[in-house]
């Protein structure tokens, strides 16, 4: 079954920076486009970035263009968030989730990691 | 970037009503929209995709419609597992872009 876990988060002062990985299982990790998306406490869901299967296009959110870098490791079907310079508002779950091909939809979501930006 | 406004915000209802969220988009999407699920402290699901076609595993009491600028998501009997926090998105162009949420509480 596809699985997709998440890791990596924890508490960071701003300014600093963090890595997230996604290890996914049970599909064909490198025939998918894979997303991260956020949840601040309390809030509703927001996309930050996007990679295609192969790795060769992203995309960024505004909040995070220059900050966040996307990448991929289809040899260890892993999926990472490298976030840079962050921020009190960048605080959140971080969930990575996988694009269902065509539809512009996301149809299998990690657990999420909490991201806790604070001095 | 596409804005997406669901109505209501907040629903209350009871077990067995027939429940219907909107979700408007600031500009034409054609029909690259999906509706998940979302339950306190875990991760959204995926209900439905491209406006109209269920999810493998959903129950068939989910329905989406709509296309352009104007989505609905109906539940026909509502049960005690769909009291949760509904979501619309759209991927019709980058970025992608949700709704605020529609939370549906037991009334």
């Known amino acids: 079954q596809v699985q997709l876990v998440e890791s990596g988060g924890g508490v960071v002062q701003p300014g600093r920076s963090l890595r997230l990985s996604c290890a996914a299982s049970?599909?064909?990790?490198?025939?998918?486009?894979m997303h991260w998306v956020r949840q601040a406490p309390g809030k509703g869901l927001e996309w930050v970035t996007a990679?295609?299967?192969?790795?060769?296009?992203?995309y960024y959110a505004d909040s995070v263009k220059g900050r966040f870098t996307i990448s991929r490791d289809n040899s260890k079907n892993t999926l990472y968030l490298q976030m840079n310079s962050l921020r009190a508002e960048d605080t959140a779950v971080y969930y990575c989730a996988r694009d269902r091909h065509g539809s512009g939809s996301f149809d299998y979501w990690g657990q999420g990691t909490l991201v806790t930006v604070s001095s | 970037d596409v804005q997406l406004t669901q109505s209501p915000s907040f629903l209350s209802a009871s077990v067995g009503d027939r429940v219907t969220i909107t979700c408007r988009a600031s500009q034409g999407i054609s029909s690259y929209l999906a509706w998940y699920q979302q339950k306190p402290g875990k991760a959204p699901k995926l209900l439905i995709y491209v406006a109209s076609t269920l999810q493998s595993g959903v129950p068939s009491r989910f329905s989406g419609s709509g296309s352009g600028t104007k989505f609905t998501l109906t539940i026909s009997s509502l049960q005690p597992e769909d009291f949760a926090t509904y979501y619309c998105q759209q991927l019709n162009s980058y970025p992608p872009t949700f709704g605020q949420g529609t939370k549906v509480e037991i009334q």
């Open positions: 049970g599909f064909t990790f490198n025939n998918y486009g």
């Open positions: 990679i295609w299967y192969d790795g060769s296009k992203k």
